[in-house]
């Protein structure tokens, strides 16, 4: 089970009520994408250019680029527990780039880290009741 957040390179307004959807601007080429990501964290792995996997203190990302060579969106996959929200922040502010936490729908605004924070802890106590209940089910 996963925390996912997509990183995307312009805010949208998702309820938009049967309004058409705006055209999604992307972030950019997949190779410049991954270069820029794998400069400021060097332990990220793109051995495979569609996935990337950082394995860092207390908690692994899946980034999630896709087979394109147009990126229009990088779906973090985020398992664990520690720090992730500097890591976030990082790939936001590497891409010039806004963080959707699609648990609930709302940008993280890294200016209110307890926010930040909260949704992430959130995830991580509905996480651990799942588990729970599935470790305490017979099979």
């Known amino acids: 089970m996963s925390w996912d957040v997509l990183i995307m390179k312009e805010k949208y307004d ?5 309004e ?17 990501l794998t400069q400021c ?3 990220l792995d793109y051995g495979d250019e569609a996935w990337g996997i950082l394995n860092d203190e207390g908690y692994s990302i899946e980034f999630n680029t896709g087979n394109e060579e147009i ?7 985020i398992r664990g527990g520690g720090t992730v929200m500097d890591t976030i922040q990082l790939v936001c502010e ?11 729908c709302a940008y993280i ?3 209110q880290s307890d926010q930040a924070q ?7 106590k509905y996480r651990d ?3 729970s209940k599935a470790k305490d089910t017979p099979t």
């Open 14 to 18: 998702f309820d938009t009520s049967g």
């Open 20 to 36: 058409s959807q705006p055209d999604i601007a992307p972030l950019g080429k997949r190779d410049g994408i991954i270069k820029k």
């Open 41 to 43: 964290m060097p332990n």
């Open 71 to 77: 990126v229009d969106s990088i779906m973090l996959h």
């Open 94 to 104: 590497t891409l010039g780039a806004y963080a959707l936490d699609t648990s609930d």
């Open 109 to 111: 605004d890294f200016m």
């Open 118 to 124: 909260e949704s992430w802890e959130r995830f991580q």
């Open 129 to 131: 009741k799942v588990l």
